[in-house]
């Protein structure tokens, strides 16, 4: 009887151990499953992101053309004109900002003391740009706009002029005005450009400036026109 007791308890520790080791490998194959499961997932969503990225950096591409249009606009209108040039030559466009914007008060004419009036009485005033230019070597022609304030190009044309290296570039000089010339704006900015810059003929125009006009003055430079 002693020993059949003992027997029967070897038997239920063998019985035990077994099932420790099946429960153990069950345990095993779980965890494989699951890691693997994870992987999978993580390889599925890098997968997914490279499309992405690719159509991101072809959104940020930079533009192909290599004419810009630099403008200074007090009130818009040349503005107008800036913008006109961009859709007949599909240039890009670059407004020169003032870091102080001019109010009425600055550009009252009347005033002699007013800021408009005291810059172009210095011509070594060179008002501050709150923006800039990145790419400026992209450029082949540089179109410069700007109204005509006591005769000359405001200063702040200088300061934008004195900021770059136009050399080798072909430029060009257009103003709006109710009846002054350009002729001492265009001597001035080519004094404050390198002698290597190719000056195209300037041209003045007035407020009513159709795009029919503007497209007209473009051909007669012999730039490309892409909207006919």
């Not at 040349?78 to 407004?95: N, R, Y």
């Amino acid at each position: 009887m002693k020993h059949f007791s003992l027997f029967l308890a070897a038997m239920l520790m063998v019985l035990t151990l077994a099932g420790c080791g099946n429960a153990g490998n069950s345990t095993e194959s779980e965890n494989v499953d699951t890691t693997e499961k994870v992987n999978t997932e993580a390889e599925s969503e890098e997968q997914n992101t490279e499309p992405a990225e690719a159509e991101g950096a072809e959104g940020t591409e930079k533009s192909e053309t290599k004419i810009l249009v630099a403008y200074f606009s007090a009130t818009g209108t040349t503005k107008q004109i800036a913008e006109q040039i961009a859709e007949v030559t599909g240039a890009d466009l670059f407004e020169i900002m003032p870091m102080d914007a001019y109010s009425s008060e600055d550009l009252d004419y009347s005033n002699d003391d007013c800021r408009a009036n005291r810059e172009q009485n210095d011509s070594t005033s060179r008002p501050e740009i709150s923006n800039a230019i990145e790419n400026i070597e992209n450029y082949d022609t540089v179109v410069i706009g700007h109204p005509i304030w006591w005769g000359e190009e405001p200063r702040i044309i200088d300061t934008f002029l004195e900021s770059y290296d136009f050399s080798g570039k072909t430029m060009v000089d257009f103003c709006t005005s109710g009846g002054s010339g350009i002729g001492t704006s265009e001597s001035n900015l080519k004094e404050l450009c390198s002698s290597d810059v190719n000056w195209l003929t300037a041209n003045r125009f007035s407020s009513n400036a159709d795009i029919e006009t503007v497209r007209e003055w473009v051909q007669s430079l012999g730039i490309e026109i892409i909207n006919d």
